[in-house]
């Protein structure tokens, strides 16, 4: 029975294809369905932030994957930890959803309903417009963070078992 | 004479990003603009030249809240240019899927982005701390709509299963039966909300308003009927264009749509409700009168009740679609392309959404125009803060900034349709 299986760690890739850096979650997750983790179930959104509360609600190891603008360099990748602290303000302000991934761990967390386990990888981006091409820095990072985010994966579902 | 500046350089809680700039001087309201200034996407360009079954999937994702809308107007009027009707429960399936998405985008718009304004809380988070199980009910209340998108629409964001005359693949009864469930559950629920929101402390304003809606003969409308309003407007959506037109403004990127006499009007819950209150389902009427709401309702603070009663009538009508589906033995009607023009209006939850398109002998799209609710809102959405604002001059900055927000936020606008992004600058010299 399905019940029998291995815990597994949820990896939700956010973003926009359409505009530009904002892709990057999108194609890190790509990448990593291509290297077929057992560990894992992958998912693309939009981040819609209530829908996102949903898709996390009983999962028991969750890692986000987002492109953000802080000012640090771009390409620079970010592992953060919101089961903490709130995520930094003003970094995801990429979403034009009403309700964005920083809202929707904020919500989760106000109603006891964070993952035990959450992580957000970050990779900071510059380009939005809608129709522009990705800075080949974020290309790069995006390399990285697949990866990273694979050996998280894995280590995650062993603490899990 | 002395001028105050007021800026507020974001405004949150809509869907989008985009500006709005008040300025005031001395004890005048000298200039009030609703700025998008995102450019525009120009979907009505890229539709040209291709097929007349890609318009649904293509329109669709103008928006990630409201799909179903624009993949509804689009099929309506292709079916209208081919001369095909859809009839039986292939409608039924439409108008249930329309359903769905009602929920689920006024559940989120009362609970998570409309109530914090009523009771004084920067956002849904503070009022989660404070209401977790209110949170809770608004989130499983969205959640009933995104399931019936998803079961019928293939998935939930970007749904893939809407075509010209039908559907890809229709539901079987017993997979339509765990909607149902849940759907008595959110009926109740949305009782709740409506009780709820009917309690929230108003502000005294009321505008002569010109409301614009669909009107069915006997249903509270979705996908059809024609466009009337309460000063007499009675037409075809044929003659959608002799009635209304579009204007650029140099502070907007989304054109400013108005009735042909330069007057501003109003559309969505609002005005489908004081053009409908017969058609509503009796449960939802009954929770309209309980409400303390008349058959008329002119404050749009107000708007959260009547999108909240408008949740319930989405609840009661899905069921009794359900209760009554009987699989149909073809997924759609065949379709026979050949040069035409084809119209329709639906009713997003945000309001009428107006498509047109011109198709060639081989089913190529030649030209197409879209008109989303949000573009024709924008007019009225400033006219109410230039009625708004004067009388309240008195009031702290920050106060009366939170209230203009929460004005424009009584048209839930959708930014991303219009064009996309939306800040806010408040300005006293």
Redesign the interface.
Known sequence: MEKEQKPQVLIIGVGNLYRGDDAAGLLAVRQLKEMRLDSSVIME??G????L??KWKNADAVIVIDAVDSGSALGAIHRIEPTEKPLPTGMFHTS????SLP?AI??AR???ELPPRLLVFGIEARNFQ?GSEMSPEVRDAIQKVAKMVADEATALQTALK | MKSRTIKVDYL??????GSLYVKIRGDELVDVKLKIF??P?LFEAFLRGRRYSEAPDITARIC??CPIAYQMSAVHAMEDAFGVKVEGPLRDLRRLIYCGEWIESHA?HVY??HAPDFLGFP????L??EH?RI??RG?QL??AG?EIVSVLGGR??HPINVCVGGFYRVPTRSELAPLAERLKWARDAALETVKWVAQFPFPDFEQDYIFVSLQHPDEYPFNEGRLVSNRGLNISVHDYDDNFVEEHVAHSNALHSVLKSGEAYFMGPMARYNLNFDRLSPVAKEAALEAGLGPQCRNPFRSIIVRSIEILHACDEALRLIERYEQPDQPSVPIHPHAARGYACTEAPRGTLYHRYRIDESGTIRDAKIVPPTSQNQKRIEQDLWQYIPSHLHESHDQLRWQCEQAIRNYDPC??CAT??LKLDLERE
Do not use: C, W, Y
Request: aromatic residues 4%; negative net charge; hydrophobic residues 40%.
């Open positions: 959104h939009s819609e932030g209530a829908s509360l949903e034009t959803h009403a309700f809202d904020e919500l106000a109603l006891n809608a | 949150a809680r809509v869907e989008g990003e995102e450019p996407r990630g809240i989120l998570m982005l956002d849904a988070i503070h989660a701390k977790p949170v809770q989130l969205k959640k995104n939930e964001i930014i991303s996309h992004f």
